[in-house]
């Protein structure tokens, strides 16, 4: 079985554009595989550009837009099946139960 790289870490929010670049290419420069994120401050509003700035899928919980917020990203070329993501208090907390394979 092949590792998976796991992160989670507190962005402190990822609104201003320069920010969420710098975070984004400091995952990527790491090669995390998943990507735990708490303080996104995220709302609906962001999921396409934010998606599209990635690479990859995200699964958001959004709180507002200056609090709150959290986010897993997932690279693309994962093998991961997502088989559950509740969200149980929105902006604050969400699971994700997988299936991975090499």
Known sequence: MSDIKICTYNV???RQVKKRRS???YFHRHSFDIIFAQETHSSI???RCWTNEWGGKIIFSHG???SKGVAI???LWIS???IFVPILRPG???FLLFTFTT
Do not use: E, H, K, Y
């Open 12 to 14: 402190r929010g990822l």
């Open 23 to 25: 975070q984004f290419t």
């Open 45 to 47: 509003n962001d999921v």
């Open 64 to 66: 507002t837009t200056l």
């Open 73 to 75: 990203s997932i690279w």
């Open 80 to 82: 991961l099946g997502v």
């Open 92 to 94: 604050m907390s969400a």
